[in-house]
């Protein structure tokens, strides 16, 4: 597996929703019911799921980038944080 599985399953959904709005302005122009307000909303539904694929898509490239980086070092999981000190302050008490 490459990792482009993903990536056409998700442009085959976006792919969908937008031949489903298209179908959707295309029956509603028929019908005499296409307005301002059903442009918006089929807009703002492929938008949204745009989004959201961006978004899983950006998600997937942190996540296989990161399993990557994590092999490269020899890790089998990212080793836990070190203690830190508590920092000193650097402004003296006047007393």
Known sequence: MDGSEPV????????????AAVEV???SGESG???????RTLTAVVGK????VAVEA???GFRSG??????????SSPPPP???????SSHRRSG
Not at 8 to 19: F, M, P, S
Not at 49 to 52: E, I, L, Q, S, T
Request: cysteine-free.
């Open 49 to 52: 799921v745009g989004a959201r």
């Open 58 to 60: 950006e998600t997937r």
């Open 8 to 19: 056409i399953g998700a442009q085959e959904r976006l792919a969908d929703v937008v031949a």
């Open 25 to 27: 302005a295309a029956e």
């Open 33 to 39: 019911t296409y307005t301002a307000e059903v442009a």
């Open 82 to 88: 070190s203690p830190r000190r508590p920092r000193r």
């Open 66 to 75: 990161w399993g990557e980086a994590i092999a490269l070092v020899g890790w």
